[in-house]
Nanobody, 127 residues
Framework: QVQLVESGGGVVQAGGSLRLSCAAS????????MSWFRQAPGKERELVAA????????YYVDSVKGRFTISRDNANNMVYLQMNSLKPEDTAVYHC????????????????????WGQGTQVTVSS
């Protein structure tokens, strides 16, 4: 079992920045793809960013390209989401997710593929 705990959320003015962190614990091993999802009220949970185990391939939803950066530190079981130039429409609960793929290069694109989820951290961007 793997436990994921997010931190770093808060309230920020439009144009500001936040850095989200996700700490993994438990029976961790190599081969996990890591992602950030978000869910705003009345909307479906959305894949925001993802990174392969090897870190060589990333994915970003079009609305955050150029503003968000996902990274990971496998030695310390951490994944991060740096969010710059935040907009009110970025307001949501952000969840860290992990999926054991056994691959250094595969990114799961469907939320149903992910095995582990954090409880989420609230990000609120004021106009």
């Amino acid at each position: 079992q793997v436990q994921l705990v997010e931190s770093g959320g808060g309230v920020v003015q439009a144009g500001g920045s936040l850095r989200l962190s996700c700490a993994a614990s438990g029976r961790t091993s190599s081969g996990y793809a890591m992602s950030w999802f978000r869910q705003a009220p009345g909307k479906e949970r959305e894949l925001v960013a993802a990174i392969t185990w090897g870190g060589g391939t990333t994915y970003y939803v079009d609305s955050v390209k150029g503003r968000f950066t996902i990274s990971r530190d496998n030695a310390n079981n951490m994944v991060y989401l740096q969010m710059n130039s935040l907009k009110p429409e970025d307001t949501a609960v952000y969840h860290c997710a992990a999926d054991y793929t056994g691959s250094v290069s595969y990114i799961p694109m469907d939320r149903d593929e992910y095995d582990y989820w954090g409880q989420g951290t609230q990000v609120t961007v004021s106009s």
